[in-house]
């Protein structure tokens, strides 16, 4: 679902046998950030509303379950849609957004698996975590010049050391290509990559009790560049204790 909403969603489920099942979805975000970059300009749009009214969001996801692991493949499309607010609700502009992810756990033994997790986006990152938006407008905002794409790669390995003990640890690189127009500025100041390393330990003292540590850095480069700063980069360094109970 959105990371910022929940999505009203009809799905159908249907095991195909042999440990694979498919699943196909309508969706329709009740709520999602800002869809657009207006005028070029990171920030709030002005003078645009997304609409959601003319079509659903179509989900289908094909997963493999079996001994030696479990994969997912799922593939996403949408219309993007934006009215210009101070008109009413006249429509502005009209595009098609997609996406496509694509996830494996491989055991390697009994105790270790490889994690692998990959997608690619064009106009449709509302289930991404860069969160730069779908679209680019134009100046006046009533023409969508570009989709935002996005595509990310993940690779990892866990570890069940004993029973009650697991362990896993991640690298990720993600970019967003924020299109080629250069009204009014480029749009490729608006770019982002973000670089990724999380290690956790989970342990589970007793039935229905689970303790666990997480540890992450993360890089962040945006595109930014005029005369006065070259580009902004940063990065962060984390540490989550989580505690479920189950009853």
Do not use: K
């Not at 229905?208 to 595109?223: F, H, P, S, W």
């Amino acid at each position: 679902g959105d990371p910022y909403g929940r999505s009203v969603q009809v799905r159908y489920t249907m095991p195909l046998g042999n440990g694979m099942t498919l699943a196909v979805a309508l969706e329709d975000p009740a709520y999602q950030q800002a869809g657009e970059f207006f005028n070029n300009l990171i920030g709030t749009p002005i003078g645009l509303a997304q609409e959601r009214d003319e079509m659903p969001a179509i989900v289908a996801a094909l997963s493999f379950d079996g001994s030696w692991g479990s994969a997912q493949v799922a593939a996403g499309v949408r219309q993007n849609v934006y009215a210009q607010t101070p008109l009413g609700t006249a429509i502005a502009d009209r595009d098609i957004g997609w996406r496509i992810d694509a996830g494996a756990n491989i055991n390697l033994t009994s105790t270790i698996a490889l994690l692998a997790r990959a997608y690619y986006s064009d106009g449709f990152n509302g289930h991404s975590s860069l969160a730069t938006g779908d679209v680019i407008t134009d100046i006046t905002g009533t023409l969508i010049l570009d989709n935002v794409e996005e595509w990310m790669v993940m690779g990892g390995l866990s570890f069940a050391f004993r029973p009650d003990m697991t362990a896993s640890i991640s690298a990720a690189y993600a970019e967003a290509e924020p299109g080629s127009s250069p009204i009014p500025i480029p749009t490729a100041w608006l770019a982002v990559d973000v670089f990724q390393v999380v290690g956790n330990v989970f342990w589970t003292p007793v039935n229905n009790l689970e303790l666990g540590v997480e540890v992450a850095y993360t890089d962040v480069n945006y595109g930014i560049v005029n005369a006065f700063a070259p580009g902004i980069d940063f990065d962060a360094f984390s540490v989550a204790f989580q505690a479920t109970r189950s009853f």
